[in-house]
């Protein structure tokens, strides 16, 4: 077996990042050779947390099988959202938070799932199992992540072992979780320098529900107005969108980090079934979410619902 | 969430059964409601290691979704060795020590597998982590387990940690691994009695490796001569389990636990990628594989190189 390659999905978010970080620290402590690498740059609230901490971004690597026969996984596991070449390669092992899918190997190998928020939460008790020490810098990444997948704890995928492990490695790191945290969260909602083009695709999924296909951007902010004060730019584009990628429908859900809800733009049709969805009468193609924050669990089932009904 | 139903593959053998026992006792001690089943009777090996350690077998199940809408898989995790409405439940968890295929979540889940020899090591591992006392009737299931797996350690697929384990459990169990493990084990050859029908199904999975469906059965013995002198019989059952079944091809792996080697006898097509595959010539179907215990790592893997290169 060749060096471990062990990475996180593409257009990686700080959680696959730091997760693979931490988890090549773990391996070779282990005795295993392992180096963390990336399948994209780290976007501007990890850069943050990887300067706070002194740490070097992973590097980027396009295909595995061009240095290494055998690599290891970590914040997902379908292969659509893997190395474009992992067919080619075995998987030693996996370490995820995800579902299942799309995901097969011909030998046994590691694997270790839980449905927690972070996939870090099960690095950190992987780490007390083996009861190997974490080193304060690589606490405070394994703290980042944990933050930034449960929005500080307020998004309704945190459990309360995301929590436990948030403010051990917190402890460990020399941080206030809430002052550093909001602060980290705050850097990766520099939208000011972005283009509508770039609001529009920073983390955006398409959904077939019923026989529409909805098409759902999400961004986090500190200033939901300074996002709608591009309302009408936004608007044309998305409505463009729907043209020329045929979404029936496409939501914009504007999240405020400091609030925990968000602002709605809706585009496209039915716009009353949006409305049922959430419970609100759209202004102007808006409406306020309260409570808001997480497009899987508060988003995309009650818009399901309604239009599987 | 109902009940959870926890349960190894079909035609379960001493891994099988023990794991679900002793990961139902698990999670019952973690304050989670989880029963025990099985897909099918114990065979002799198990029947006389839940006999000396005074534990009733399972019950049988033939479908779970018309009892819960949960379930837990241990020692497996491919669908067409589960449950047969495996598609109508939600799977909660899996603790396994296979390759991963067939498997597919709509959701997160507990999954915990390890390349080791037996899944019971895994859980003995887990109650360690989890800081649960195991009873000593259970260690000793468990043992009996690893003990069966590892054909007393001889298997290829035994590793470090499966001898660690069994060592411990056979500690509180009270028992010793040889003397005990070597009645285990001629207690599962008693194969005279057993109808051809009964040989072909008391260990045996089915394998898609490229376009091909491979059903590979394997028996214990410690005279491989006396399985042998019904082949003709045995073939006759296999063509016919091909047309009916639709295998494309069936191996019998007849393994000799003191000699630690195995014959082969294969009915259907390609055969010579079966000869391929071990780098023999089969005379009569038939030949003999020295040094080979393991479907798992002696078997599957090269079969699955050739029909999927």
Do not use: W
């Not at 988890?23 to 740059?41: F, K």
């Not at 585009?267 to 969805?277: F, Q």
């Amino acid at each position: 077996m060749s060096k471990l390659l062990v990475f996180g999905h593409q257009n990686p978010d700080t959680d696959a990042i730091t997760s693979a970080i931490a988890y090549a620290y773990l391996l070779n402590q282990t005795g295993m050779e392992a180096e963390a690498v990336a399948l994209g740059l780290p976007n501007e609230e990890t850069a943050y947390a990887l300067e706070k901490f002194n740490v070097n971004a992973p590097r980027v690597i396009e295909t595995a099988a061009n240095e290494t026969d055998t690599v290891v996984l970590v914040d997902h596991n379908e292969a659509q959202q893997s190395v474009s070449d992992i067919k080619d390669v075995e998987v030693y092992a996996v370490v995820d938070h995800h579902r299942i899918a799309n995901f097969e190997t011909a030998n046994p190998l590691y694997y270790r799932a839980e449905p927690v928020g972070c996939t870090n939460t099960i690095l950190y008790k992987m780490f007390k199992e083996k009861n190997i020490a974490i080193p304060a810098d690589l606490a405070g990444l394994m703290a980042s992540a944990i933050i930034s997948d449960s929005l500080l704890f307020k998004s309704p995928t945190c459990t309360e072992e995301d929590k436990e492990a948030a403010t051990a490695l917190a402890a460990i790191a020399g941080i206030s979780l809430e002052e550093y945290g909001l602060t980290m969260l705050k850097a990766g909602t520099n939208l000011g320098t972005k283009t509508v083009a770039e609001l529009l695709t920073l983390d955006a999924k398409s959904f077939p529900m019923g026989d529409k296909n909805v098409r759902i951007a999400q961004v986090n902010t500190v200033d939901v107005q300074d996002v709608l004060s591009r309302q009408a730019e936004l608007s044309a584009a998305m409505e463009a969108a729907n043209q020329t990628e045929n979404y029936d429908l496409f939501l914009m859900v504007i999240t405020n980090i400091i609030e925990s809800d968000s602002a709605l733009l809706a585009i496209g049709s039915p716009l009353d079934a949006v409305e049922e969805a959430f419970g609100v009468k759209l202004v102007n193609n808006t409406a306020n979410l309260p409570g808001v924050v997480s497009r899987k669990k508060q988003v995309v089932p009650p818009l399901t619902d309604v239009f599987t009904k």
